[in-house]
């Protein structure tokens, strides 16, 4: 564990951002979502895309959390990157199966972040772990 006045490293930094914007994006759809619902007349799908939408809001609080005590945190900044490259699988299942939604670009967008956005959590975190155990050695 770190002590209350290690200063914050460029990587911890980035995974700071990362995971805030991963805050905010999960709470502002999921709010989105959860007033829309699911496909008007089909019950089984709305109530199914309404809890969804709730667990991707309580999601937002965790992120925002792990972003906000980032010195402490570890392996916990892993397991919150995988939903979002899971999002990332899931998106692009729905592109193919059901086709391109419009605007194409916002989605294609959306896609592309849903991927990059582990990936540098995981790289920024990986630094910034490695940073913490040379430091405790020296």
């Given at each position: 564990?770190?002590?209350?006045?290690?200063?914050?490293?460029?990587?911890?930094?980035i995974?700071?951002?990362?995971?805030?914007?991963?805050?905010?994006?999960?709470?502002?759809?999921?709010?989105?979502?959860?007033?829309?619902?699911?496909?008007?007349?089909?019950?089984?799908?709305?109530?199914a895309?309404?809890?969804?939408?709730?667990?991707?809001?309580?999601?937002?609080?965790?992120f925002?959390?792990?972003?906000?005590?980032?010195?402490?945190?570890?392996?916990?900044?892993?397991?919150?990157?995988?939903?979002?490259?899971?999002?990332?699988?899931?998106?692009?299942v729905s592109?193919?199966?059901?086709?391109?939604?419009?605007?194409?670009?916002?989605?294609?967008?959306?896609?592309?972040?849903?991927?990059?956005?582990?990936?540098?959590?995981?790289?920024?975190?990986?630094?910034?772990?490695?940073?913490?155990?040379?430091?405790?050695?020296?």
């Open positions: 564990m770190m002590a209350a006045g290690t200063p914050v490293t460029a990587a911890n930094t995974v700071r951002v990362c995971l805030l914007l991963a805050a905010a994006i999960a709470l502002g759809d999921g709010l989105q979502q959860l007033a829309q619902g699911g496909p008007a007349g089909a019950a089984d799908a709305d109530n895309h309404r809890f969804l939408a709730g667990v991707y809001v309580g999601w937002a609080p965790l925002a959390w792990a972003a906000a005590t980032i010195r402490w945190q570890g392996v916990l900044v892993y397991f919150l990157a995988v939903p979002i490259f899971l999002g990332g699988v899931g998106r692009l592109f193919a199966r059901d086709g391109m939604p419009s605007p194409a670009g916002v989605f294609l967008a959306s896609a592309l972040l849903e991927f990059v956005l582990p990936i540098v959590i995981v790289w920024a975190h990986s630094t910034a772990l490695r940073s913490r155990r040379v430091a405790a050695a020296a």
